[in-house]
């Protein structure tokens, strides 16, 4: 079972007590943009196998959005942090590096 802890009110919560959000750190496209970068956003997704970074609503806790980090193939959790942030944390980024060598954080477009 994902367990992942809140980082706005430090509740430590299943995953079926949260809501998933998609895909973190993707470049959201609004209006007067082309139908193809609306397209790519709403369809194109990384969806790999291994670390993922994912957007969870706190809904039981605080009522805010956070972001995890996780890999896909083990469910283990790096950490998670706010949802205000453009990419992760330098030490979930240490994290993951140092238990997946060769990683590197890629921003998304």
């Excluded at 079926?16 to 609004?30: D, I, V």
């Excluded at 994290?95 to 954080?105: L, M, Q, V």
Aim: proline fraction near 6%; glycine fraction near 10%.
């Amino acid at each position: 079972m994902l367990i992942l802890t809140c980082p706005n009110c430090g509740e430590a919560k299943d995953e079926t007590e949260l809501h998933a959000g998609g895909e973190a750190h993707l470049k959201r496209f609004g209006p007067g943009s082309s139908d193809a970068d609306f397209e790519a956003y709403l369809f194109e997704r990384e969806n790999p196998k291994g670390v993922h970074f994912e957007r969870w609503h706190c809904a039981p806790g605080c009522g805010k959005w956070f972001h995890a980090a996780r890999c896909t193939m083990t469910n283990e959790v790096f950490g998670t942090y706010s949802a205000q942030t453009t990419e992760p944390p330098e030490n979930i980024k240490d994290a993951i590096t140092a238990k997946r060598p060769g990683w590197h954080w890629r921003q998304f477009s």
